[in-house]
């Protein structure tokens, strides 16, 4: 079935998700807002829209947004990134990174062994275990790496895999908002951001300075422009140099984008610092991508052709997440820090820089990058290896 807005007109779908920006901005001003967060209500309104047909599930506007909005986004969100306050966090995240990762591999075993998913079954589940160590790219590396060439299966395995990812996201961001979660997992970053600003998303000041706006966007584009061109070169001349991880780095694009972001901040503190307008504006970037994911979430798709599939990523996500939530008890980590890292682990670099952003907890915007970018370097091996475990 098509959708009602077709999905080649770029024009209709920007109207809707930069509508759904919007709504996400307000909603955060508002009693449900601020008790579920804009991030959940735009995913979700992202995601009734496209399963009502009303926009589609995949369009060359998605790519864009993926593609630019992102990469423009992490530099906007980093621009402020303070070392003194970065370098006393990353390291407890790393923690939370590893044993999030731990989660997920042992959630690859539980859901294989409980849910038979055919003959494929040990490469679904160590494709699937990749995409929620790394994220989507190595979900396609893993597949391709263990000869998995099944436009069908990999179809299905995909529409479990988003629509279990967006369900997971909404629990991340929702856990917070418990009481009882807050009181059985103390954190001091959640309450210096309610302290500050009640957790709700920046919008900047009233006053709109068209100068600022303009630098920081061109900001932005030269650390992607760096960026991505450092990344292709070291890839580049390893393949030239038949250097295989030098080769690979092509792929890692958005890590050189946060390591020029972060010098820019550091840097040019003292000229950053009477500007305005930066992180509002990543903000309104990541408000149009989560609308977007809501978008690719088809839940019909997924019940029509995936439902063991969607069980089998139900109980890895659910394995990762109590191992997560029992080490943070049990290590006394902070609350915050783990949600980032297990939202990086699982998802990626984009969303842990926006969970972050969105809630207020401005400090882990860069660990949760940097982490997810980790979570890109390793997650093929781990995919690889966990194939030949289960087989």
């Known amino acids: ?75 906007l969100l980093l621009f402020r990134a303070d070392f003194k306050k970065i370098l006393p966090a990353t390291g407890p995240m790393l923690i939370s990174f590893v044993i999030a990762g731990i989660g997920t591999v042992l959630g690859v075993l539980a859901g294989a062994s409980l849910i038979g998913m055919g003959p494929e079954s040990a490469n679904i589940a160590a494709t699937l275990g990749a995409s929620w160590i790394g994220g989507s790219m190595n979900f396609a590396a893993t597949s391709q790496a263990l ?11 995909a529409a479990a895999d988003n629509v279990g990812g967006t369900l997971f996201l ?27 600003d009640g957790g709700a998303v920046d919008h900047g000041s009233q006053e709109l300075n068209m100068i600022h706006i303009a630098l920081f966007l061109a900001g932005s584009a030269l650390c992607c422009f760096l960026g991505y061109g450092t990344a292709s070169l070291i890839g580049a001349w390893g393949a030239d140099q038949g250097i295989d991880w030098l080769a690979n780095f092509s ?8 390591i020029y972001a972060l010098l820019i901040a550091n840097f040019m503190s003292a000229r950053i610092e009477p500007m305005s307008g930066d992180f509002p504006l990543g903000m309104l970037f990541m408000y149009v991508f989560f609308g977007v994911m809501g978008a690719g979430a088809d839940v019909m798709a997924m019940i029509e052709r995936a439902l ?10 659910s394995v990762h997440l109590t191992v997560v939530l029992v080490a943070t ?16 682990v699982a998802l990626g670099p984009a969303t842990a820089a926006a969970q972050a952003a969105g809630q ?32």
């Open 170 to 196: 909404m629990i991340l961001v929702l856990l917070p908002t418990s009481l009882a979660v807050r009181r059985f997992f103390p954190s001091k970053i959640m309450d210096e951001a309610e302290n500050v």
């Open 329 to 344: 008890k049990l290590l006394k980590l902070d609350l915050a820090e783990a949600l980032v890292a297990s939202n990086a």
């Open 251 to 258: 792929r890692y694009g958005v890590l050189f984008v946060t």
């Open 1 to 75: 079935m098509t959708s009602l807005i077709p999905a080649d007109n770029i024009y209709a779908l920007l109207t809707v998700f930069l509508g759904l920006a919007a709504f996400g901005f307000w909603s955060e001003r508002t009693k449900i807002g601020q008790t579920l967060s804009g991030v959940i209500l735009v995913i979700l309104a992202g995601l009734v829209l496209a399963n009502l047909r009303i926009i589609p599930f995949s369009a060359p506007f998605y790519d864009l947004v993926w593609g630019y909005a992102v990469s423009l986004a992490i530099p």
């Open 147 to 157: 000869a998995m060439n099944d436009g069908s299966l990999l179809s299905a395995m």
């Open 360 to 391: 207020g907890w401005k400090p882990l915007v860069t660990p949760g990058v940097m982490l997810g970018v980790l979570g890109y370097a390793s997650a093929n091996f781990i995919g690889v290896a966990m194939a030949g475990w289960l087989s």
């Open 308 to 317: 063991p599939i969607f069980g089998f990523v139900g109980i890895m996500a």
